[in-house]
């Protein structure tokens, strides 16, 4: 089946760093999209990409769809106590509209 | 707008009991919804696609039977969990499809059912 491998798997830094996360698949994906969870809440849509090659921003986090529809990275700028959570990436089937997701960057961030 | 909401937020039975768990799409209309089971410290796992007005599509492995889904209205869908026992104990999250601010359709989380099963 299809996978998605998201890495890195866990992230701790020190506020005001940025960070860089990214999502590799062996299928292509039409749509990539990237969603931060918070403990017992369900994910939220932070980024949702539509065409190979955009490059597309939300405050900020930017996000971008590889050339090959194949991978897809997020970044986050000077990150804040408040970016902690986990963040998935997930390719989302065209014909179907299922997402599959990556295993999860957990992120920390020391005040 | 694309609000999604689920009751209840976290719910215990006993082994043997069944569980029924909503999902509403507060703003919006959906055809389709979807459901997840997510484990611990594990990413979301697809359980089934429901469909409203015709039957679920569920994922290899996945037991019908057991995890039963009704999506009778373009609202609400609901999970039932049949003769729940402990190895069903999970976090379930409910999405559905709709048109974000591009114009595309986006997929939208539910804030999950936490289910305890004794």
């Known amino acids: 089946g299809q996978q998605l491998n998201q890495s890195p798997q866990s992230m701790f830094i020190q506020e005001g760093e940025d960070v860089s996360m990214n999502c590799t698949s062996s299928s292509i994906f039409n749509t990539w999209l990237w969603y931060k969870q918070d403990p017992g809440e369900g994910p939220v849509l932070l980024i949702a990409l539509y065409k190979a090659g955009e490059l597309t921003s939300n405050g900020r986090l930017t996000a971008q769809f590889g050339i090959t529809r194949k991978d897809s990275f997020l970044n986050i700028s000077a990150s804040i106590p408040s970016d902690v959570g986990i963040y998935f990436c997930a390719g989302q089937l065209s014909n179907t509209g299922k997402l599959i997701f990556g295993q999860g960057t957990t992120l920390q961030v020391k005040p | 707008g694309a609000v999604v909401s689920q009751h209840p937020s976290w719910v215990i039975c006993k082994s043997g009991t069944s569980v029924k768990i909503e999902c509403r799409s507060l703003d919006f209309q959906a055809t389709t919804m979807f459901w997840y089971r997510q484990f611990p410290k594990q990413s979301l796992m697809l359980m089934a696609t429901?469909?409203?007005?015709?039957?679920?599509?569920?994922e290899q492995g996945v037991e019908k039977d057991k995890f039963l889904i009704n999506h009778a209205s373009l609202t609400l869908s609901t999970l039932t969990v049949t003769s729940a026992h402990p190895e069903d104990s999970s976090f379930y999250i409910c999405s559905a499809d709709a048109r974000g601010t591009g114009g595309q359709y986006e997929q939208y989380f539910g804030p999950g059912t936490r289910l305890t099963v004794t």
């Open positions: 429901s469909n409203e007005g015709s039957k679920a599509t569920y």
